[in-house]
Structure formats: structure tokens, C-alpha cells
């Protein structure tokens, strides 16, 4: 809708951005009661909610006979994850709704646009499809297979649906077509307890008459060898589908195609090989031409079997799917010294290589993957372990052929090409980017261009590293959900992408996976099964629900998630008993901190019982904040006690009179000042610990996967933000900046995963694409640039950036629940600029470093005229506000 200038329609009042449960318009819901979200917009500052009606019902016009519910005007200031309260809701049944709103001023909008969702088969008995499985070989690696069944249409078709899941990856075709344009689907759960199903409109691809459906299976994360000691099949050695279309003609007859003993399966089709780590083989000469099509001759296929595969444990997708997101060309194709024909894409990436070629049947050609070069310009792989990470592709001959993989993924820059008939050019290969298909939500920039490519690098992290589950790296033969990992960088995935959906999913396996006292296993899903938490990693499930909660406002992920959390610190409560510490609960320490690049001295070493201790101490503190939210009054006090004596003890043992921590490593201070570990008498002495360790150090960090990030929240939060951007500026080892000068275009797992001669930490662990180290990322937008929560879901926003000298300028922009917030500041001719966004039905408290009332003007009017509530607090100014666009200017220090 446009919005005019004149007066009048200027206020014109618009409902947008309709969601439910996070996403637009899903298909395939399970939730009993789905949560609507908006946002508003409109000419002019200060836009309040006052009062929302929403209307729901099965029919577009929502005719008031097919109306499941109608909130009436509601009173509320809420437009974020407001629940539905109607009639129950029916499995299959799509339903629209619209909302209006009214503002502060009474002014009315319009009805939105109608939006919809529609509901997933809610029971396991709307499931009339069967479990099958093909014949299939019972090694550890075998060719994918291909299932296929021929069926009539007859009448008219008004909509049409497939339900669909698998025991392994599957490809749905429907008519020689894919069905959708998700890719590793079913996608990643605990596979044993929950399964997701999709939900596919296949309207368009059904024919009137003959038609067919049909599926390849392939290993995929269910049955691929995973984790380093190459187990295979962790879930299931079978591959099996479930596949249930459900077509409803105009006449309001329905028809229902399921998978059962009518299917038929074979295992000679052209993907001969396949597997997560290993990549994929395929052969052109075995294509079967329309072998989804009707009347395709299957007559040497064999009768799937009818399994026993549970349905109770289906759940409809909670995540956003897997897709291809991006394509990219390579910036040169060279020969190594070594003599192979190597194309680099210039990015760390994940995904794999499209290959556009002409040759002879039967030519064979091998894509290996390779992160970086060596110091020799030699294609490097020794990184990646056990992982193959290879794709073949034979030839079927004649016209020119393209191929991709589609069953495997592969992290790498450079891909080295063997058997290319002819010569490779650039237009023949293209680099295709996979990953969760979440929105970007976040953007940093800053005047320092290395600071800009660690933002960069620090998306690419994400990118690679959210394919379905938050993994530790996408390259090597490890790929798996790592909760430490996850929990030290989630902060700054929510700030990059909208991450609601994915931590949603996730983390519901992450309490399935827990095991019954509570502990939470290394990496989720459970593939290493060793019945084992560590301090720092099991703490992912308490913090990681809270930091979604800050972020999204959702009570829900707090609500489903709280049992899990609590599980958790009563394993560690009883570990610790009446001691109040938890000695062996740390298992990998503070992972990773610094170490000199002969890896001689343990230089950032702190004691990992203490972080266990430490740790314990903060889950129960989120713990009691949870508590709160959610209304346990007895749990808030339990465990607040718990945190209180925590405290007592970890004072008596660890920290001396004067403030010294034990271990006197940076994350030792680092973690005990962030987890309000510390009598306020100690913080600063603390503080300036920290401060000369890192100054005596010459301005370098020593910290690992615990303590990185917190370390600069700590210095800003207890003045030394100064030391802060030091630390954020360093370009030599160990620093943020030093993979950057080292040509990084994605994190590192080390500090020096490429040491400044150039050769290679150690080949057991060296991963170049691992997010942790990036959890930086949230530092930069909260404070360089100043966006702060200031209410859950950004309901209230804090607006406190903090320039420093070394930079002329930072700036970030965060698409919240509400809308844009962007905060930004800028020096210029002795004036500080400062821009700020706050979105409709939002406030916002400005907070102005170094500001004078009577020296601050907002869009060239004295700050105290064009604000009721400005307050100056010591140097700061601190203005409230409402939504709108301001642009503050004024010489710092107050001249
Ligand atoms: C992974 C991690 C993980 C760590 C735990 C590594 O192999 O790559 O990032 O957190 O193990 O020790």
C-alpha cells in the first residue's frame, strides 16, 4: 500500500510482516496453539499500539460461518507471538488470518492482508501411509535408491498436498519434477525421538490421468558414517519413506496416495555412492530418463517392503529448511605447483561445486574440497581427517552435461578438478552456497575495513556452520551440533539471522537428547552417545533458551525448554552437592585459549574445575531469571540460593582478599565479573587484573571458546572499553584481526590455525571455518555500535553506542520482531553523529557518551525542546523515545 504525504493519509496506520510462529505463511504446523506476530508502520514518530483485534477462519474472506476465532479489541500494547485461543484446529486445514490495530491516537488501521498457515497431520492415526524400504544392500556404503509408484487423477483437482519423511535424506518427484526446493530433508533431529515431516503443495504438478510419484533415498545424516571414529547407520542401517499425498477434488472427494507394498524400488540408479563426509558419486550412464513419469518401465524394479517404522514421533518441521541460497564464480582457475587443476572461489564456503561439462561416455571426473592452500600454493586437505569430501561424476556423453551433488556438502575454497575433458573455464563450474534458509537480520560496518571482513567472516561462520543443526565445522569428518560451540556464538547468530526457528527445533533435541539425570550429551544430535556433559557445553541449554528469549521475546522457548534447564543444574547440584563445586565437570576447559604457536606454553590456562563451578553458578542464576518470567516463584528463590552460596564458596576457594582469581588467566576474570561472580568490593581490582594481564601481553587476548565471549562485555561493563576496541583492533597473533591479515574470509577454529609462517597448526584439529571465536560479533553490535535489549524482543530498546578514537565510525542496523532498529555514529570535524531507528511500537532509551543537554541537537533542534524526557547523567545524556528516525549532533566532551 502506498503511503501518501498528504495529511491525513500521512498518519496512515499499516499492519505488516504478518507471521506465524515466526515464519510466513507456513505450511505443515503442529503447534496446538500458533503464535501470530506483526509489525507496524506509518508516517511520523512515537507509533504505539493501543489495541489489536485478530480474526481467524478457514475461508479467505473470512466468512463469518468458518470463523475459528475472533479476539475482539483487545487492549494491548502486544504485537509479537500473541496466541491463538479458538477453536481447536483440525490436522490438514489451512487457515487465514488478518489483524488490525489501533494506535495511541485512536486511529484505526485497515485489516492487513490475510495471512495463512496451515496445520501438519496432528495424530499419528491421519497418517494412513506405510513405512517402506527397498531392497537395499547392508554395507557401510552403497548406492542411493530410487522408489516409484503410478497413480490416476480423475476428477478436477482443488488442492493437493504430500506429507512426507524418510529414514535418510530424501528427494521427492512428482512428474519428472522435484517436489519443493528443500534440500537435506527430512533435515537433522535426535531421529530416534522426534522425525520431522514436510508438507508440500503439489497442486501444480499433478496431471489429470497418469501420473507418478517417486523418491531417491540416500544415506544422508541418518545412516552416513558420522563422527570421527566412522561409525555408520547411528540411527538405523535401513533406508526407508513415508509418503502420504492427499489430493482434494472440487467435488469435495478426496484421494490419498500412500507409500505401502504397491511401491516399487531399485538400488541401480546413477548416485552409486554417498555419504556426509565422504561426498558423492554419480554416474550419467545410469540415469533413468522419466523414471517419475508415468507409464516409466519399471518392470525390473523390485516390491518395496512394508516396515514397521514408528509414527508417533513425527513432528512437522519447527526449523527453516536447508536450501540453495547463493551461487558464486570462481576468481581463478590455476595449476599448483604440483600440478593440479585447481579453481578458488575466494570464499570459505559450504556447499558444493555445479559443474557444466561435454565429453565422452564414461569419462570419470573428481571434484576434491580443500579450505586453504599451503604455504607452497599446494591444495591442502590434510585438515578435513577421514573425509573424503569428493564428488565424482561420470559422464553419459554427448551434449553437454551439468551436474551437481545434492545428498552431500563439503566446506572448502578451492576445489581441485580431475579428468575435465577439455579445458575448465570459469563459467563452467559455480560454487553453490547451502545453508538454512534464515533471513539476515543483521548488519555491522565500522570505518576499520579489517574490522569489516571479520563481520564478514564471522556471517560466512554462520552460513556454513547453520545447515540444520549448529555445528562445531563443515569440512572435516566432525560436522556435528557441539554445544559448547552453539552457546558460546548464539548471541551473535540472533543478531545476524533470524535464528527463531532453528534454536526452536534445535533445542527441543537438545532436551530429548539429555539423558535421564540431566546431563547433556557433547554435541546434539546425540551421535557420540558417551553419556558425558561438560561445564560450558551442557550449559548451551540454559543459556541458549534465555539468550531466545531476550532476543525474540518468546516465553514459549522458555516455557517448552525449562524443564530441560532445570534437569541440568540438578545433575550438576547433585555433582556438587553440599560443597557447591563441581570438580571433573569440566571436561574441555576453556578450549582452545591461547597457547604460543609451538604450542609450548599454557599461557591462558584456567582451572577447569573452577569454570565448572563458575558455569554451574551461571546456569542456576538463568535458571531463577527463567523462573521468574514464567512465574515458579519456589524455583526463583531455590535457586537463587543456589547461585548465592555458589558465589560464597567460589569466593572462599578461588579468590584471594585483594581480588586475585585463581588461575589469573583472562577468562579466570573474565567469567567470574560476567557471571556476577564477584563482591562488588572486587570488581574493580578485578578489572584491573584483567586489564594488565591483557596490557602486559601487549594488547592480546589469551582466551579460549569460554571466556572469548565475554571478554570485551567485561571491559565495557566495567569501564574499560578503551581496552575493549584494543583487543578488537590487534592485528598480530592471537587477536581477531590476525586470521583477517592472514586472508581468513571465514573464523577460525584457532587463534593460529595458520601460523605466521605460514604452515599449519596441527592436522588433527584445524578447522577454518568454526563460529565460536566470532561470537565477538555480538560486542560489536552491542556496543561499538550501542543496540541493546532493553526489553525482551526489543520491546524497549537501549541505544548506547560507544565510539572510540581508534574508529571514525560504526554502524548497525537489527530487523527485530518489531521492525528496523539501526544505531550508528560517526566523527566528524570534532561532531559526533549519532543515527538511530527505533521501530514502531517500540521505545527507546538514548544514552548519548559524553553529551551536554544544552549543547545536543536532534535533527537541528535543541534536544531539550524536541524531547520531554532528557536527563543527564553524569556525562551521558539520556533521552527517551519514542519510534522514529533521529540524527543527534554534537562536540563530545561538551564544547
Ligand atoms: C570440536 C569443537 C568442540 C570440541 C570439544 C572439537 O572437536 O570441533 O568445536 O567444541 O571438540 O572439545
Not at 504485537?79 to 483440525?90: E, F, I, K, R
Not at 551436474?403 to 578451492?414: I, L, V
Not at 567460589?650 to 573474565?670: C, D, K, L, M, P
Not at 596441527?762 to 568454526?770: A, L, P, R, T
Amino acid at each position: 500500500m502506498l503511503l501518501l504525504t498528504q495529511t491525513g493519509f500521512a498518519q496512515k496506520l499499516l499492519v505488516t510482516d504478518l507471521s506465524c510462529e515466526h515464519k510466513v505463511n507456513p505450511i505443515g504446523v503442529d503447534v496446538a496453539a500458533p503464535r501470530f506476530s506483526w509489525k507496524l508502520s506509518g508516517a511520523g514518530r512515537n507509533i504505539m499500539q493501543k489495541a489489536y483485534s485478530i480474526r481467524v477462519a478457514t475461508d479467505k474472506n473470512f466468512a463469518s460461518k468458518k470463523t475459528s476465532w475472533q479476539s475482539g479489541k483487545v487492549n494491548s500494547d502486544e504485537s509479537v507471538l500473541l496466541t491463538y485461543a479458538g477453536t481447536a484446529l483440525q490436522s490438514g486445514t489451512r487457515y487465514y488470518w488478518q489483524v488490525k490495530v489501533w494506535d495511541a491516537n485512536n486511529n484505526e488501521s485497515a485489516w492487513s492482508s490475510p495471512a495463512y498457515w496451515e496445520m501438519g497431520l496432528l495424530l499419528p492415526q491421519d497418517w494412513k501411509a506405510q513405512w517402506i524400504e527397498p531392497v537395499q544392500s547392508d554395507e557401510k556404503q552403497m548406492p542411493a535408491l530410487v522408489l516409484r509408484k503410478d497413480f490416476a487423477v480423475q476428477k478436477k483437482i482443488a488442492a493437493a498436498r504430500a506429507y512426507v519423511t524418510s529414514h535418510g535424506f530424501y528427494e521427492l518427484h512428482i512428474n519428472g519434477k522435484k517436489v519443493g526446493d528443500e534440500i537435506f530433508t527430512p533435515g537433522w533431529t535426535s531421529y530416534n525421538k522426534r522425525l520431522q515431516y514436510q508438507v508440500f503443495d503439489i497442486t501444480p504438478l499433478l496431471l489429470q490421468g497418469a501420473n507418478s510419484v517417486g523418491a531417491m533415498l540416500a544415506d544422508g545424516w541418518y545412516r552416513s558414517s558420522l563422527a570421527w571414529e566412522k561409525n555408520w547407520g547411528t540411527w538405523g542401517k535401513k533406508l526407508g519413506l513415508l509418503c502420504q499425498l492427499q489430493i482434494t477434488y472440487t467435488d469435495g472427494s478426496e484421494q490419498t496416495v500412500i507409500t505401502d507394498n504397491s511401491w516399487k524400488g531399485s538400488q541401480d540408479g546413477p548416485i552409486t555412492r554417498d555419504g556426509i563426509y565422504d561426498g558423492e558419486s554419480y554416474d550419467a550412464r545410469k540415469e533413468m530418463r522419466g523414471w517419475s513419469n508415468a507409464g516409466f518401465d519399471d518392470s525390473k524394479w523390485k516390491a518395496v517392503a512394508v516396515a514397521d517404522g514408528a509414527k508417533d514421533d513425527l513432528i512437522a518441521v519447527q526449523t527453516v529448511p536447508v536450501r540453495r541460497i547463493q551461487e558464486i564464480k570462481p576468481l581463478r582457475i590455476f595449476k599448483t605447483p604440483k600440478g593440479l587443476l585447481v579453481a578458488d572461489f575466494g570464499q570459505n564456503m559450504v556447499g558444493w561445486v555445479k559443474l557444466k561439462v561435454k565429453g565422452d561416455a564414461g569419462t570419470l571426473i573428481t571434484i576434491r574440497h580443500a579450505e586453504v592452500l599451503d604455504k607452497y600454493g599446494d591444495f591442502y586437505t590434510d585438515n578435513l581427517r577421514a573425509a573424503t569430501a569428493t564428488a565424482e561424476y561420470t559422464l553419459k556423453g554427448g551434449d553437454e552435461e551439468t551436474y551437481e551433488p545434492r545428498f552431500s556438502f563439503f566446506g572448502f575454497r578451492y576445489i581441485a578438478v580431475n579428468g575435465y575433458p577439455g579445458e575448465l573455464k570459469p563459467e563452467d563450474v559455480t560454487g553453490v552456497v547451502v545453508h538454512s534458509d534464515m533471513k539476515q537480520t543483521g548488519s555491522f560496518e565500522c570505518s576499520n575495513a579489517l574490522v569489516n571482513q571479520l563481520q564478514h567472516n564471522i556471517q560466512w561462520g554462520q552460513k556454513g556452520n547453520f545447515v540444520d543443526v549448529p555445528t562445531d565445522c563443515p569440512q572435516r569428518d566432525e560436522r556435528l551440533g557441539w554445544t559448547g560451540d552453539a552457546q558460546a556464538f548464539c548471541r551473535t547468530a540472533a543478531f545476524n539471522m533470524d535464528v527463531a526457528p532453528f534454536f526452536t527445533k534445535w533445542l527441543k533435541d537438545v532436551a530429548a537428547d539429555q539423558e535421564p539425570d540431566g546431563a547433556v550429551p557433547f554435541v546434539i544430535p546425540d551421535v557420540l552417545r558417551n553419556k558425558n556433559t561438560s561445564a560450558g557445553w551442557g550449559d548451551v541449554s540454559t543459556i541458549a533458551p534465555w539468550t531466545m528469549y531476550r532476543v525474540f521475546g518468546d516465553k514459549r522457548i522458555l516455557e517448552t525448554q525449562y524443564p530441560s534447564m532445570k534437569a541440568y543444574v540438578e545433575y550438576i547440584r547433585k555433582k556438587a552437592g553440599d560443597s557447591y563445586m563441581w570438580k571433573g565437570g569440566s571436561v574441555f576447559g576453556d578450549w582452545l585459549f591461547y597457547k604460543s604457536m609451538a604450542q609450548t606454553e599454557n599461557d591462558g590456562y584456567t582451572s577447569p574445575d573452577m569454570i565448572a563451578t563458575m558455569f554451574y553458578a551461571y546456569s542456576a542464576k538463568l535458571l531463577a531469571q527463567a523462573a521468574e518470567v514464567l512465574g515458579k516463584t519456589d524455583d526463583v528463590q531455590t535457586y537463587n540460593n543456589i547461585f548465592d552460596k555458589i558465589k560464597e564458596v567460589f569466593n572462599r576457594n578461588y579468590v584471594t582478599a585483594e581480588g586475585r582469581i585463581a588461575s589469573e588467566s583472562q577468562t579466570s576474570y573474565v567469567l567470574a565479573l560476567h557471571f556476577g561472580l564477584l563482591p562488588e568490593a572486587l570488581r574493580a581490582k578485578a578489572t584491573q587484573y584483567l586489564v594488565e594481564d591483557i596490557k602486559g601481553r601487549h594488547n592480546h587476548l589469551s582466551t579460549g571458546f569460554l571466556g572469548t565471549p565475554y571478554l570485551c562485555h567485561v571491559l565495557t561493563a566495567n569501564g574499560r572499553t578503551d581496552v575493549a576496541y584494543d583487543l578488537l583492533l590487534q592485528q598480530t597473533f592471537p587477536s581477531w584481526l590476525y586470521p583477517v591479515k592472514m586472508g581468513a574470509t571465514t573464523i577460525w577454529e584457532r587463534w593460529d590455525g595458520q601460523k605466521t609462517d605460514s604452515t599449519f597448526q596441527d592436522v588433527g584439529m584445524n578447522s577454518f571455518n568454526h563460529y565460536a571465536y566470532g561470537a565477538i560479533g555480538d560486542w560489536m553490535y552491542r556496543v561499538a555500535a550501542g543496540i541493546e535489549i532493553g526489553a525482551p524482543g526489543y520491546k524497549h530498546i537501549l541505544v548506547q553506542p560507544q565510539p572510540d578514537k581508534k574508529l571514525t565510525y560504526a554502524k548497525a542496523s537489527f530487523e527485530s520482531s518489531y521492525g528496523q532498529i539501526a544505531s550508528g555514529w560517526e566523527m566528524k570535524d570534532g561532531k559526533l553523529l549519532v543515527k538511530v531507528k527505533v521501530p514502531a511500537n517500540t521505545t527507546a532509551t538514548i544514552i548519548l557518551p559524553e553529551a551536554q543537554t544544552n549543547k545536543v541537537t536532534e535533527g537541528g533542534i535543541p534536544v531539550g525542546t524536541a524531547f520531554k524526557n532528557v536527563k543527564q547523567d553524569k556525562n551521558n545524556l539520556v533521552i527517551e523515545a519514542g519510534s522514529g528516525d533521529y540524527s543527534f549532533e554534537y562536540v563530545p566532551g561538551g564544547n
